[in-house]
């Protein structure tokens, strides 16, 4: 169980481009969903929380539109980085919560790698 | 603030025992999670603590002392996939994940 589907897992496009990525709970119901973003050898730095119905809250520094977070139902958020540039070139990563309370682990997506060329 | 302190990187042989020390300050606490993240994946669950104690589930177990604000890992019978970074995360009040650059294993036959 606790199954967190995420696609695509790679994409390689030009500067410019708008890229979707989406994260899916595949047997359970995310009130919440988490987005990160990682760079080589540093840690996890979250970027967004998502909430089913309602607006993101994004962390400071991060750019709200520049990052679309739309968080339609209870299994699908996606992650739309627009008009992505070399700097965007990330690895992404989605997580979700198995229940309502803050108790239950963080489960992860396999990751998105962007690279923007 | 909050902070976290681990080892960057520690090596071990195949079949030995390993501990993983973390050490955090946090702003409120409500609970520890510990996850193994391969190179170039992305994390996956390994324990959770929020009581004192030693928590055991199979080759690996992970101990927690609030008023320390310390935990580590334990992993027995090591084997050459466990070669990855894990990382300790810490919840604070607002039930954020706190977390850190990780501990990078290194397991040697």
């Known amino acids: 169980g606790a199954v967190v589907s995420q696609h695509p897992s790679w994409v390689i496009c030009k500067s410019g481009t708008s890229v979707k990525i989406e994260c899916r709970s595949l047997?359970?119901?995310?009130?919440?969903m988490f987005w990160y973003r990682q760079f080589p050898k540093q840690s996890l730095m979250l970027m967004a929380t998502?909430?089913?119905?309602?607006?993101?809250?994004?962390e400071q520094g991060v750019e709200k539109d520049k990052f679309l977070i739309n968080h339609a139902s209870l299994t699908l958020s996606t992650l739309t980085v627009t008009s992505a540039h070399p700097e965007d070139s990330s690895f992404y990563i989605c997580s979700a919560h198995t229940g309502t309370g803050g108790h239950q682990p963080q489960h992860f997506g396999d990751g998105t790698r962007l690279s923007i060329l | 603030g909050q902070n976290i302190d681990q080892p960057t990187e520690m090596t071990a042989t195949e079949g030995a025992i390993v501990q993983i020390n973390c050490t955090y300050q946090?702003?409120?606490?409500?609970?520890l999670f510990w996850y193994q993240q391969h190179a170039g994946e992305a994390p996956t669950f390994l324990s959770y603590?929020?009581l004192d104690g030693l928590e055991e589930k199979g080759r690996f177990s992970s101990f927690l002392s609030r008023s320390k604000g310390y935990s580590y890992l334990l992993l027995k019978e090591l084997q050459m996939k466990d070669s990855a970074s894990y990382l300790c995360?810490?919840?604070?009040?607002?039930?954020?994940?706190?977390w850190g650059a990780g501990t990078k294993l290194i397991i040697k036959p």
């Open positions: 047997d359970f119901q995310a009130t919440t």
């Open positions: 998502s909430n089913e119905g309602s607006k993101a809250t994004y």
């Open positions: 946090t702003s409120g606490f409500n609970g």
């Open positions: 995360a810490p919840m604070d009040s607002n039930y954020q994940l706190i």
């Open positions: 603590n929020v």
